[in-house]
């Protein structure tokens, strides 16, 4: 036997090769041992390699080709001219703007003209006259049945809210909806309740595969490399960064518009008091959350990606994105929520006008939030819903107060005899 020979023959022999000379592993941490994982999950790298713009670039992109090509199969199988079919959505809603929903549910329902959709809406704590609006403008959607679950354990989404530091516990519902929509049912759409209309069909988005996931979902970050991690405390007891755990807890997915693998969920066991520990060792370590972000830190990069246009956050989005044709419009980022901002056909010009003189790609509404040019058309669409709805009487007059306020505020005043979009 040769020499080479010898050497691969002892390299087969189990024992693994040495590192090269200046190769130190890392010492264990005294008494230190990962937690254990409740969930199992495929075995992923913890960190990219190093990367330099260009490649950066193209690894950006690879993403956006697999959810393209994968959508034109979905397209050509579940869309286009096809049969009458039955959609399962759900939202999760609680606070003073239920009646806010009104919107999304009769985009949704004109948008499948020809199907049958059943709508589960989640809620904790939602008084009789809400429930019994909401009841009733659906009775009035000839494709669109209603079905109310109430979730009567209100104590872990409070405590969430709480360890999150975000408001409304509704926001985790979707987090238990394994567990309280019927064993029969594999998938379901979900999609937030007061800030989406629905503008294309959405059945090849509920037919996607999972892949063996948990989740179908756009990304958070759509222009920046994929993040593929473990689950928060497995890449925290390995020496994840804190860059990337903070990543983490702003949600690896964006959980506007998503397709939950209830079949997974419930094979894996997962409860909230899983979400409950993971919560309260993020507030330990100092993150806070939402319910995108709680998914993250629990289950890792535990999702297959879908096209951006189910879930298009325009305000963000780039010019070629907006070009797509969107299933699904989202009033996503440090922009005001639709019903909060109504502006009149000359306002608009106005805007456009002040933009233009100043040189500015923005308006600035207030320290947090500004408008561009392009953010009108999709705000115009929401009001055209919302025109056909009981609930425009109640939101048009505020948005339209605000509008003129905040204007007024930024110089950009539009005559008063200006006539308001319906």
Known sequence: MSRASRRRSRNRSGRPRPGPPDHRWPAPRAGHRPPDDPFPHPA???????????PKRAY????????????LVQQ?????????????????????????????????????????????????????????????????????????????????????????????????????????????????????????????????????????????????????????????RQAHARGASAEKLQRMSWGIVNSGAIVLNLDKFRRDGVTMAHYVEVGRWAQEIGLSFGDQGLFSLTHGSDYTQTHDRYNLRFHDAGRRDRTLPPAVIHFAGRIPKPYHLRLTSEQQQQVLDHLARTGLP??????????????????????????????????????????????????????????PLP
């Open 44 to 54: 992923v790298p913890m960190k990219l390699f190093p990367l330099s713009s260009l």
């Open 76 to 232: 050509r199988r579940h869309g286009g001219d096809r049969p009458p079919a039955r959609l399962d959505v759900m939202t999760a809603i609680g606070g003073n703007d239920a009646d806010v929903l009104q919107v999304l549910l009769l985009s949704l329902s004109e948008a499948h003209p020809r199907d049958r959709i059943t709508f589960w809406m989640f809620y904790l704590d939602l008084g009789p006259a809400k429930l019994a609006s909401l009841t009733a403008f659906c009775e009035g959607l000839p494709n669109l049945t209603l079905q109310l679950v109430r979730v009567p354990e209100k104590a872990d989404f409070a405590l969430l809210s709480k360890l999150g530091g975000r408001p409304f516990g509704a926001r985790f519902l979707w987090l238990a909806a394994h567990l309280h929509l019927p064993p029969e049912m594999s998938r379901i759409i979900y999609l937030d309740p007061l800030d989406m209309i629905v503008t294309d069909d959405l059945l090849p988005l509920l037919h996607q595969p999972f892949f063996g996931r948990y989740l179908v979902a756009c990304r958070e970050y759509p222009h920046r490399p994929p993040l593929i991690s473990r689950p928060a």
């Open 362 to 419: 923005a308006l600035p509404l207030n320290a947090h939030q500004t408008l561009k040019p392009h953010d009108l058309d999709y705000y115009r669409q929401w009001w055209d819903v919302c025109a056909r709805t009981p609930v425009h009487a109640r939101v048009a007059p505020m948005a339209a107060d605000y509008a003129a306020r905040v204007l007024a505020e930024q110089g950009v005043d539009a005559p008063p005899e200006a006539a």
């Open 60 to 71: 950006r992109l690879l993403p956006r080709l697999w959810t393209s090509g994968l959508d």
